[in-house]
Every structure is written in structure tokens, then in C-alpha cells.
């Protein structure tokens, strides 16, 4: 059901904001404001194309997560953590799988004229045609959702993450902002899936643990009542 969203979602968004697609690179990268020059937002955005992906930030984050759980003795850190590698992995791959098989290319080669933006190569191991979806922008928005579950209050801030790493990839001149939007609609779906079927799990669990624990006691009371009934 939330794969199917997601290809509607690519689908309307690609009839709506595909056609802006170069236009919208370029003026992104020509962007300025103020304090926020040229410069400045290319640096910016160079910073986060190195630490918001999923080998820096999410394993990063995890690592962090189970220290506390360790410190603390508390497994729903741990748990957390497991669950942020788990949906990373899998959008990770995911990703890459798409990537592969669609094979469309990067804005440099359109603003070259060596492409079309929506001219799609196909199968292909070349990192030139492999914009579609930005892997950075499902790998952010996994987990910030994975985040958001686990510590509500955070929303916010973890919105303003996601959707600030991926207008960094079309300021980076990597994706084309329909990549950006796929991107992080794919991680999201992927992050509440694997948040979901944790806390499921989670909730079993704890079901079973307290099934047998009462299961533990009434064996115990029963015990205790054949003893006491044998006793003169």
C-alpha cells in the first residue's frame, strides 16, 4: 500500500514539477540572498553531499544510540538503532537498484548537451546516469522517520533536515529536484514500514514475556496451594 503512494506520488509530481526539472537546477545553483551567496550554498551543500548519507550520518547516529542504551541499560535505544540500520540498508539498496535499472542522467551531463533530462539510458553502471531517485535524500528521510517515531517531539527539526539535505543535492548540481522528491518520499515509506513492523514486534514480544511471566506465577501459586494442602 505505501509503494503504491509513492509511485502516485512520483507519478503526479513528475507531470507537475518534471517539466521545471533544468530550470530548476540552474537556478538553484545561481541562487543567492543576502549572507547566503553563491558560494556560500555550494560549500553548504558540499557539506552535507559528505556527511548525509547513510556511512556517515545513520551509521553515526546508530553508533550513538546504542551507547546510550548501553549507558543507560536501556534496550529501546538499541532498538532504535537497530531499526535506523535495518531501514537504511534496505532504502539503501533499494535505491541503488533503481538507480541501476533507470538510468537517468545527472544535470552536468543535460547541461552539457550529452543528455536529456528525461532521457533514460537504462541498466547501466555508470555514475553519470544514476540520478534517479537521490539515494542522500531516501537515505535522510529513512531516518528522520525512523527518529520521528521513536522521539515525537523532534518532528520538526527532523522535517527541516530532510527537506534542507535534499534542496542540497539540486544546489550540489547531483539531482534534479523530481530525484529530490522521489528520494524522500521512497525513504520515508521505507522508514515507517520498518518503524511499524519494529514496534509490532516489539509489542509481540513484550506479549509473549508477559504471558509466560503470568503463566510463571499461576504455576507457582498452583504449586504452592498443592503443598499447602498436603500438610497435616
Not at 6 to 16: D, E, P, V
Not at 50 to 72: E, N, P
Not at 142 to 150: K, W
Not at 171 to 200: E, Q, W
Amino acid at each position: 500500500m505505501f509503494f503504491l503512494l509513492w509511485i502516485i506520488f512520483a507519478i503526479i509530481t513528475g507531470l507537475l514539477v518534471g517539466h521545471y526539472d533544468e530550470q530548476s537546477v540552474l537556478a538553484a545553483r545561481d541562487f543567492s540572498y543576502g549572507y547566503f551567496t553563491k558560494d556560500r550554498l555550494y560549500a553548504m551543500a558540499k557539506i552535507i553531499h559528505h556527511y548525509g548519507d547513510f556511512a556517515v550520518f545513520t551509521l553515526g547516529v546508530s553508533a550513538l544510540l546504542i551507547a546510550i542504551g548501553k549507558a543507560r541499560a536501556n534496550a529501546y535505544f538499541i532498538r532504535i538503532a537497530s531499526t535506523l540500520l535495518l531501514s537504511g540498508l534496505i532504502a539503501g539498496v533499494s535505491v541503488q537498484v533503481i538507480k541501476f535499472s533507470v538510468g537517468r542522467p545527472r544535470p552536468p551531463l543535460v547541461q552539457r548537451g550529452m543528455a536529456e533530462a528525461w532521457q533514460f539510458a537504462g541498466p547501466t553502471l555508470s555514475a553519470k546516469h544514476r540520478s534517479y531517485p537521490s539515494g542522500h535524500s531516501a537515505s535522510i528521510a529513512t531516518a528522520m522517520i525512523v527518529l520521528s517515531f521513536a522521539f515525537p517531539r523532534i518532528i520538526p527539526a527532523a522535517l527541516f533536515i530532510a527537506l534542507t539535505a535534499g534542496a542540497s543535492r539540486v544546489v550540489y548540481n547531483y539531482h534534479f529536484p523530481t530525484d529530490v522528491l522521489h528520494g524522500l518520499a521512497f525513504g520515508m515509506v521505507v522508514g515507517a514500514l520498518c518503524s511499524r513492523k519494529i514496534a509490532l514486534l516489539g509489542r509481540r514480544l513484550r506479549g509473549r514475556n508477559q504471558s509466560s511471566l503470568g503463566e510463571s506465577r499461576q504455576y507457582k501459586s498452583s504449586t504452592h496451594e498443592l503443598s499447602a494442602a498436603d500438610q497435616p
